[in-house]
């Protein structure tokens, strides 16, 4: 059984940093590529940020590039989410998934990833 956990979420005032983590078990972490998605209140989920197997290849939203920085620790099973100069906008539950099929670059449709986190909020106050 797969099992992500999401964490470091919480509030932060608007231009500060929050480092999301997802620590995952139950599956050969390093083999599959990682994504971070979002879902604010009333809206669909939206594509954060992903990582391939390796670390090497990573892709964000737009709304997200140059503040959001995703990494792995294939040794320690975890992503993370750096997440700095954060707006009012950037509020919402955080999720981590892990991709369908080994040896990925990751996504940014959420219809290729299997397994989920249970979600982090995150909320920034101007």
């Known amino acids: 059984q797969v099992h992500l956990a999401e964490s470091g979420g919480g509030l932060v005032q608007a231009g500060g940093s929050l480092r999301l983590s997802c620590a995952a078990s139950g599956r050969t972490f390093s083999a599959y590529a990682m994504g971070w998605f979002r879902q604010a209140p009333g809206k669909e989920r939206d594509f954060v940020a992903a990582?391939?197997?390796?670390?090497?290849?990573?892709s964000y939203a737009d709304s997200v590039k140059g503040r959001f920085t995703i990494s792995r620790d294939n040794d320690k099973n975890t992503a993370y989410l750096q997440m700095n100069s954060l707006k009012p906008e950037d509020t919402a539950v955080y999720y981590c998934?892990?991709?369908?099929?080994?040896?990925?670059?990751?996504?940014?449709?959420?219809?290729?990833?299997?397994?989920w986190g249970q979600g982090t909020q995150v909320i920034v106050s101007s």
């Open positions: 990582i391939s197997w390796r670390g090497r290849s990573t």
């Open positions: 998934a892990t991709e369908k099929g080994r040896y990925g670059l990751g996504s940014p449709s959420s219809n290729e990833y299997d397994y």
